[in-house]
């Protein structure tokens, strides 16, 4: 999986950017984020996010198929006005099989991360799985991505095994992470420390478009 992730500051007045400067990355701005689905009009925005984040990115046609076609697909994107504009500042794409949550991608657009909005988006995604079912999550992180696995062990994540040389731009083994117990009261510390972002749009799915 591509394992991009930011840590997280709850929920609740508004996300601390840094502001807009010429070169384009945010210094100082509050941002009112949003979590949400994700719609097809988003694809193109999302597919760049990816592109700039990872090595192998996924191709645009594989998120147009998560939106439209793929059942089990719970995909989302966080977004805000920026500079009176509508950005999508971050996505995931989830997965879920009968009771399980697999989170297949996460990535943060580069101008706005470590302003909590990938932790953000896997609290409402979770949540959101929970609701539907799901009762254990797991995913794949790239082996050296050890502050990453740091990250994702915060939200009770625990390594169970390891595929190797699973990424093949370089062979680096994957470290298989899960969850075994999903509950949505452990995600709760999460939305209750200091340093505030905008509440999410929606956690209830399926109804949530």
């Not at 999508?88 to 991608?105: K, N, P």
Request: aromatic share 8%.
């Amino acid at each position: 999986m591509n394992d991009e992730i930011q840590m997280y500051t709850p929920f609740g007045q508004g996300l601390r950017a840094k502001p807009v400067n010429p070169s384009g990355r945010a210094s100082g701005l509050s941002l009112q984020t949003v979590i949400r689905r994700m719609r097809l009009e988003d694809v193109p925005a999302v597919h760049a996010i990816d592109t700039f984040s990872f090595s192998m990115p996924w191709p645009e046609r594989s998120f147009r198929f998560e939106v439209t076609e793929n059942a089990a697909s719970r995909a989302w994107v966080a977004e805000a006005q920026v500079n009176g504009k509508t950005q999508i500042l971050g996505m995931l794409v989830l997965w879920i099989v009968v009771d399980e949550a697999h989170i297949a991608t996460l990535a943060v657009h580069p101008d706005f991360r470590r302003n909590g909005i990938g932790s953000r988006i896997i609290v409402e995604a979770l949540t959101a799985a929970f609701a539907e079912g799901a009762r254990r999550a797991f995913l794949e992180v790239r082996a050296g991505n050890t502050a990453v696995q740091a990250i994702y062990r915060k939200f009770g994540f625990e390594v169970t095994g390891r595929r190797p040389r699973y990424y093949k731009d370089n062979d680096e083994d994957a470290i298989l992470m899960s969850l075994e117990s999903l509950d949505v009261g452990a995600l709760e510390p999460f939305a209750v420390l200091p340093g505030l972002t905008a509440r999410a749009g929606c956690s209830n799915v399926p109804t949530c478009q």
